[in-house]
């Protein structure tokens, strides 16, 4: 069992007074003669002309090869150990092997000896139960188990005759009289004959028709009535912990009662109980796949509904899968799939083709317009296209996207101009304009022009414009106000946006004052998670920035793409709540003939590791016949990617099989890799700043970035950073910091300071004391306090932090290669050069204390950007690799982990490779065992000396611009430079 990515510790803290250990640890380098000379020699690099006659490709191999001179000259580092540290260690190592062989004494498995080493504890029975067991099998047994739900006919006539005494209340009635007008109230008997009749059905409707308050109430209204209240408990999902509990909070305002009586809800954070019976619960879709581990066959429930469906999430997709296995045993169980109107067909044949009813919704009329009646609207000349490169540039990658890109224009644009033309529709400008391949890029400018012709001759109405990202909506902002054509006395302008302030994005729901019209600069976050209701014009750029995963390069994507018919469909809408509204598509019709009907399902666009931790705690068996039965099965090579992964994470081992830290891990609401990191932060009492870590990358970090204050929002950012090089520690200092002024009662002042959400950080807190509670639950903590004094007592150290996340990231690591005055430029294996996002504190450091990063997610859009980024030492990347290796060459002992090599003396090596072994046994002990650390024992001995030999980080690297020519020349653009 490879645990040892704990094994991290750099220097010491400053912060709060912590006082380092002492430097034991000592790292040898070239003296400063020879450091002397290298800087020379950078400098006669940049001087000195290179080879005559080098062209195009040789040019960029030249500087390569003059890089990688450079890292053997860096790699002459040496590895030594203190006489006095390496004798404590040989008396800890001799300790660990005694220990351990008494504690696996005769614990043998009536499995075998696999799990041999683990105790007869609680904990193995569930988890052998686990590894060993079958969902089947699972689902068969709990159908012999008694149901909660059984007839009883006192508690259905007491249902009863409070639900007709219900009928007789004023406030009851005036809810029902408004009820009765929603289209939905209309099929309701329609509904209620269907779910009757059948096991599944699809329910599909517009929004606004009133399907998801009201179908719930149809089904328990009905069996109250009927005298079955005691065996009616409805469940209803929502995707998202906002819409759970809105929905809810509804429902009951209509049946005249608070929230805890027939109607409650439960998400991540929060629930409301309600009665087991004649009851409807509204919970998210991870809350019910929570409730199916414990209950396989849902004998708790009457009837399923799962509702906005046709959102496509992973979890949604991966519970309509269990229900289709369910269902068969449970003959009894009515499922009801609630979608948009666009693919319900496709959900009906998943489910054997089961009858589908449809509710008609209610919008005003919109007009559409497409980019050529735009054009003929607004007088304006697209940009000519740049000349094509000549020469040997037409072998670049970049160069053939961009000739498919032309040739797939012109295979859709030409044939649809000259048909525009022979109807003689449009202007000859028109077409001509349409002729020109940048007109399907993305013109700002075109955009400010219609906004200006909408202000300049319609009526009165807020227009609200989609864009695919924060620097359009910044850049059109900027564009707008510095026109001077919209006065503050004329026009109020809102950019909206995730990662914007919420402070006073309420304005933008309140109608504008008589005489000022409102316009909204969003992106697709305005399509179905917020309704503005005096929109009576949109702007539609067609493009969205969509995550996806790309399994070819197994890289996370975010990049301009089309929308889909739905996505369009949606953003129409927006024009038509309060009257007759009208939508510009900045496209043609043409395009839109092209789009794919709806976004790719989630199943098909992350990674799976989450996903296959449930299908092995769920006992569903091998991993790809699984997910081969999905609605849309995911590519092979992702799951694959996947499985590695979690391999590497030591969550499954090698026959895909749950290892005791799998099991964990996927009894925690994470992504495995911050599963990973708040199980270390427990074990090495480093509670406070790693689960406040865990939570920023699971949710989504505060920081916020208003519009015109970018370079002080960035400064403030910075400042939290504590001059750690880490995006990680600057997460877990704010919400320190904001908990601090909590109690101060000045939260919402040090917010504003500091350009951090107040209620994201709110939300971050409550996810702390969740963690906390979960590993309390699982044995790993004393206290569900995250604040413990015993489970903080090395909050304080900045090293451990930094090593534990890397344990929880790595292979996550990158090295620095070179810095100049448009940011640092990085290496990693899989994909050569790649570049620090600008939001990252790291974007625009000078020095570096070490080369190498650790980050959290690597995405490409206009380049390769690498996300949340940590600067951390050579012995954090020592003991965060997994399985490091030794190996002599030319008289010298070099260990090798990640890509890179570290000269060692013999001793230090294998002593380094011992000492991970004890910590991998400890560890392993530790996840099978569930308990605190005990730091007065053999325990706390070893974890001290690992701290003292890795306290020692060496000198800091400097990447000046002198030594920067060393690395790369700032001239040369080829492609093939790494």
Sequence with gaps: MNLSCLLVFAKMSHRRGFRGMPNSFTRHNRDEQTQSSTSGRGRAYSQAQRPPGLRGKEIGLYYRNKNLERQKRNAQEVLRLSPRVEQRIKAILNNSKSFYNSSYENCKSEHGNKYHQIHDTQFKRKFLDIIYGDMQQNIAKAMNVQSKLQRDSDTDRILQNEYREKQRQDAYRAMLKFRSKLPAYEKKSEILQMVDDNQVVVISGETGCGKTTQVAQFILDDELEAGNGSVTRIVCTQPRRISAISVAERVAMERAENLGNSVGYQIRLEKTSVREQGSILFCTTGILLQIMKRDPALKSFSHVILDEIHERTTESDFVMTLLKQIIPKRMDLKVLLMSATLNAESFSAYYNKCPMIHIPGFTYPVEEFYLEDVLSLVNYRFPDPPPEPIGYRKHLKRYKEQQHKKEEFSNILQPYIRQLIAEKKYETHVTNQLRNPISEDLSLELIEKLVRYICNTKDPGAILIFLPGMMDISKLNKMMLDSEHYPSQKYVIYPLHSRMPTVDQKLIFKESPPGVRKIIIATSIAETSITIEDVVYVIDCGKTKFGKFDVKNNIQTLEPEWVSLANAKQRRGRAGRVKSGECYHMYTKAREMTFASYPLPEMLRTRLEEVILQIKILQLGKVKEFLATVMDPPDLRAIDLSLE????????????????????????????????????????????????????????????????????????????????????????????????????????????????????????????????????????????????????????????????????????????????????????????????????????VSRFPSPYLTYFTKQRSTAIFLHDTTCISVPILLFAGSNISIRREKGQYIIRSFSEDIICERGTGEMIQELQHALNSLLEYKVTNPATVSWSTFEGDLLKGIIELVSQTGPELDFDNTRQNVYYDEGSTDDNVD
């Design 645 to 844: 992964l979690l391999e590497t994470l030591n969550a499954l081992d090698k026959h895909e099989t749950l290892t005791p830290l799998g099991y964990h891990l996927a009894h925690l609401p994470l992504d495995p890799r911050t599963g990973k990191m708040i199980l270390w932060g427990a074990l090495f009492s480093c509670v406070e700043p790693i689960f406040a870590i865990a939570a920023s990358l699971t949710f989504k970090d505060a920081f916020y970035c208003p519009l015109g204050q970018e370079e002080k929002a960035n400064e403030k950012k910075l400042e939290l950073s504590m001059e750690q090089c880490s995006d990680h520690i600057a997460l877990a200092e704010a919400l320190r910091r904001y908990e601090i002024a909590c109690q101060r009662g000045n939260a919402r002042q040090f917010c504003r300071e500091y350009f951090l959400s107040f209620n994201t950080l709110k939300l971050l807190s409550e996810m702390k004391v969740q963690f906390a509670q979960y590993l309390y639950d699982m044995k790993f903590l004393d206290s569900e306090n995250p604040s413990y004094i015993n489970s903080n007592r090395n909050s304080d150290n900045i090293a451990l932090i930094k090593a534990i996340v890397c344990a929880g990231l790595y292979p996550n690591i990158a090295v620095i290669r070179r810095i100049n005055k448009h940011g640092v430029n990085a290496w990693t294996p899989e994909d050569g050069s790649v570049c620090i996002h600008p939001s990252s504190v790291n974007n625009k």
